[in-house]
């Protein structure tokens, strides 16, 4: 039980060093300037691990940016990678762990939390602190611990054993301090084979999030585990050749794995492809064999086409997520923007043949509503093209600047998601609510604002301007679409 306690001491103090960390603002400009490429990915990944101590942490982060499209496969992958190998240098500081360190720490940790001001730094020391009492405590109840390191013999049932308790505590650094404290008392070999199984083990923590229905996890998580699972079982057999030291197993193997995914990160993106293909985007509602029932292929034609206007609401919720955090770009539109291609191609394919057939002019107005959404979503990638642009430069728009256009985007997705619960219900006075409304005060209230800024002599708003304006520009383009599909709503 003691050493179960110490355990969960050990988890503690990474977590909250991890949180102190987190409140540091130039960590989120170090993060985003590593998104570049892989050779970013992997370097900053070895400095955010370092920093927060949790490599498990940034994998799942590098797995939610791959989600979004912020990052390709190679950088996710390498971020993640990294980011465990920059962790382990926390196992290094257990050596530091003498008698009483914790307790200073502790006791110059407490009264920094009490003031606000010095809060993440009392959270440092104290997680620090809590860190070495829980590798203390660990040590002090081995008991159990050491009776069933006696049962381990070899390097191979070692490793199955590393293998075991990183998939189930879903860190690599609380194996290897086991195995720090256990190296003395176990057979030679057996140390390093619980550091390389639990390096392959700590995969499972993308497969628990692929139960969670996650399906990028197991395309991420799938080819780290086979790169990983090889690279271990080549290096498994010099436990024997090469010094026993678990700091150096720990940390050397990650980098390996890290620097040999990086050469390697295309073959294994399309094994993860291949093995878990992503779902084909396809009509649900649209049969050919209904237009020979009209009233039938207009019924479902119209419900495809609100399918349409919910992608396209899902691209404008992306859009207004970047321009919030000021983070991502046009690739987290792209799974959203290919679902209103393929779906708009299909949509105009059955309305222009619908048309064809029974020259009823509904046919044709849902085909022009069909075009129109797809040029809302092009109109919707704009916005997010023309901001990625501007933080490229490294600039950024005004708080106030900033507030404006967050204001314009709510307004505008207010609206289409009046007009798509129109299209979905047939319920035309969401409609016609759309119509009455006239954004032009609205927007011009907005850009008068902006000229005032200019007119104060704003530093941030002169630098930013042209993309201001011509996101609002777009975002009123977008309304003024939004108003036209309510004006087709209510002829149809």
Known sequence: MRFLAGLALFFLGLHLISEALSAWKGRRRLLSRGLGSPGGSLVYGLVLGALSGSGSGLGLLALAFLEVGVLGHAQAALLALSATAGAGVWVGFLALAREGAQEALLALGFPLYLVPAWRPGGMFFLGLGLLFLGFGEMGAGLGP?????GEVRGVGEGYLAGLLLGGLLGSANAVAALALLLSGGLSPGVAVGLVLGAGVGTTATFFWAALGGRGEALRLGVPLLLHRLLLSLFLLPLSRLLPENVLAWHLGSHLVYALFYWPLSGVWGRVGERLFPRRRVAPKYLRWEALESPLLALALARRELARVADAVRGMLVQALRVLSQEEGGEASLRELEDKVDALTRELVLYTSELASRTKDEKA???????????????LVRRVVRLAERLW???????????????????RVLSRLERLGAALATGEKALAEEVVREEGGPFFQTLKRAHLHRLEAGWAESRASTLTHLDILLTLEEVDQGVVRLAQLALEL
Do not use: T
Request: hydrophobic share 55%.
């Open 145 to 149: 611990a050491l009776a069933w390191a």
């Open 392 to 410: 490229a430069q490294g600039l950024r728009f005004s708080p106030e600047g900033k507030e404006d256009l967050l204001l314009a985007a709510s």
């Open 364 to 378: 044709v107005k849902l085909f022009m509503a069909a075009s129109e959404l797809e040029h809302l979503g092009d």
